[in-house]
């Protein structure tokens, strides 16, 4: 009979495979939230760490008891101490060719952002990006995805079918919970070679890091963000880090702010910079152009202070003080001095 038939020839379930990454032995909190995303698909997630001996023992550690993850592989090589996309897609293409796979997940790094639509393009598939929401339906193998476009102002929603036997997609951190650990879990741990690359395109020379005492910006309960009022370097450190400090919160910018160079670029907030959603984001002395309200809007309380009371910021603020920033901000430290 046709119901039954149907059953038999249900497809098969998804197995992920979830790029995870990790700085100097310290998982990317991005990826935890990925993990999340990827056992939405209901089926096998496969986490995959890549790095040099001196990283990967640790983060595989902690990695294999993360809830969500069915089984785990790694691969350690001094080619991929520096995690450059042209040595590390010939692995991810021999893991993939003839796999039984049916999506890539991954957090969007600028490693991730690289190299995944790098990957997808070599096994000639599509890949979506920075996804907000997902939702596979196993009987016709085609996964629905949301992702926001025009600088988060309209949200898109697409589809790939099953022709897509590969399915690449990114997820959008601040939409998902990380995943947490689970001290009991038993998962498959298995070591995968390397693959070495003759003749690589790109040589890594040098990485500087932007070095801070202060939360990590994406994922800090509480940011306190500036703009072009704040005049130079040492105002917008003076007026503002003050406030941060008080509020044990992560200081974030405008990109006037940091176009000007008041500010590190990895401060930046907004469509080209990072996306934030904390418990409290304070916009001091920003406008509330789309391209930065894109990084921010989604944040559970927004406090801006602005002098001009017509400023779009406003129009997102739960709690808009209209002041001059230089008189404002000083009061507020006090007041949370009390
Ligand atoms: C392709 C593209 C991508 C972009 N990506 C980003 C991005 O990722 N992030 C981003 O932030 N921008 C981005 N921008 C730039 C964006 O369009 C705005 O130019 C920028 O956000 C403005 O920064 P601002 O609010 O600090 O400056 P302004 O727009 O100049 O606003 C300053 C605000 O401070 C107020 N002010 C002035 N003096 C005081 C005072 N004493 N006290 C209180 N308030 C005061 C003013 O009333 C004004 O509202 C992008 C633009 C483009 C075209």
């Not at 003839?98 to 796979?101: A, I, Q």
């Given at each position: 009979r046709p119901l039954l038939s149907r059953n038999y020839a249900s497809a098969s379930s998804p197995h992920a495979l979830i790029f995870l990454e990790h700085r100097q032995g310290v998982i990317d909190s991005g990826s935890l939230s990925a993990l999340t995303a990827a056992s939405q698909l209901g089926g096998q997630v496969t986490g995959l760490v890549v790095g040099s001996s001196e990283h990967v023992p640790t983060v595989v550690d902690k990695v294999k008891k993360l809830k969500g993850l069915t089984s785990l592989l790694h691969s350690t090589s001094d080619l991929y101490s520096q995690q450059l996309p042209e040595t590390l897609a010939p692995l991810l293409q021999k893991l993939l060719s003839?796999?039984?796979?049916t999506h890539v997940v991954s957090t969007p790094t600028s490693l991730a952002k690289s190299l995944l639509p790098r990957v997808a393009a070599i096994l000639d598939v599509p890949a979506v990006s920075e996804i907000t929401s997902l939702e596979h339906d196993s009987s016709s193998n085609s996964t629905t995805f949301t992702r926001p476009i025009y600088a988060g102002n309209a949200i898109s929603t697409v589809r790939l079918p099953s022709s897509v036997p590969i399915k690449f997609f990114t997820v959008r951190a601040t939409n998902f919970d990380p995943a947490p650990s689970e001290e009991s879990q038993e998962i498959d741990v298995k070591a995968v070679d390397p693959v070495d690359v003759q003749d690589c395109p790109t040589e890594h020379i040098s990485t500087q890091l932007a070095k801070s005492d202060r939360p990590d910006l994406s994922v800090a309960g509480r940011v306190v963000s500036g703009g072009r009022p704040l005049k130079n370097a040492e105002t917008f450190a003076a007026t503002l880090n003050p406030l941060a400090d008080i509020l044990g919160a992560a200081v974030g910018a405008s990109r006037a702010a940091v176009d000007a160079g008041y500010a590190d670029n990895s401060l930046q907030v907004g469509q080209t910079g990072k996306v934030v959603a904390p418990e409290l984001y304070m916009a001091i002395g920003i406008s509330g152009a789309i391209q930065h309200l894109a990084g921010m809007k989604d944040s559970k309380m927004i406090v801006a202070v602005n002098k001009d009371p017509d400023a779009p910021i406003f129009q997102v603020a739960d709690v808009g003080l209209v002041a001059d920033l230089y008189e404002a901000v000083p009061q507020i430290i006090e007041k949370l001095k009390q």
């Open positions: 003839g796999s039984e796979y």
